[in-house]
């Protein structure tokens, strides 16, 4: 599973804020100059990135993350900036809590999905198995059953008293008769 870092949308933040979204973007690209003077990376805070307005136009926001809501909350003072502190704390529980759902239920249809896989394998294994068990079990008897009709061939052959003269007459008659003994 991947861990994804939660963010805002500065529209919601400005909203939190009571601010225009026009002067929050402002106010955060003054910030990132300032972060830039003092070789701090601003990704930490918040990221680029577009919405599309109402007439379907791509537009700026910004991408804001926790530490962005606590970077700005600092920067206001008085009754705003503790009831945006409370709104953005609760804000992030929330979607903490509908990650852990989701999560939750990912991970429950991953390993259903898993589940299902293994026993199909498994279902498709014991097939084989009766096939491959089937198929031998018959080999084996066609195996016996040929050698039994051969061993009850030569018996019969054996006790057949024309057969087994034939036989003594050209052991008797054969040339080298030190093979015969």
């Not at 379907?56 to 606590?70: A, Q």
């Not at 896989?117 to 097939?127: F, G, P, T, W």
Request: net charge positive.
């Amino acid at each position: 599973m991947q861990n994804i870092e939660q963010t805002l949308n500065s529209m919601e933040v400005a909203e939190m804020v009571e601010k225009e979204h026009k002067r929050l973007l402002k106010d955060i690209r003054r910030y990132e100059v300032q972060l830039g003077e003092g070789k701090i990376a601003p990704s930490d805070f918040w990221t680029q990135s577009t919405y599309k307005n109402s007439q379907n136009k791509e537009m700026p926001c910004y991408r804001i993350t926790k530490k962005g809501c606590e970077f700005i909350a600092h920067k206001l003072t008085g009754t705003k900036g503790t009831v945006f502190t409370a709104r953005y704390i609760n804000r992030f529980h929330e979607m903490e809590t509908e990650l852990s759902t989701g999560a939750n239920q990912e991970l429950l249809l991953y390993l259903k999905d898993k589940l299902e896989r293994q026993e199909a394998v498994l279902a498709d294994i014991k097939s084989q198995t009766k096939v491959q068990g089937y198929l031998q079990a018959r080999t084996q008897n066609t195996v016996q059953s040929e050698y039994k009709k051969e061993i009850e061939m030569r018996v019969e052959a054996s006790m057949d008293i024309e057969y087994l003269r034939a036989v003594y007459t050209f052991a008797k008659h054969y040339p080298n008769k030190s093979i015969v003994a």
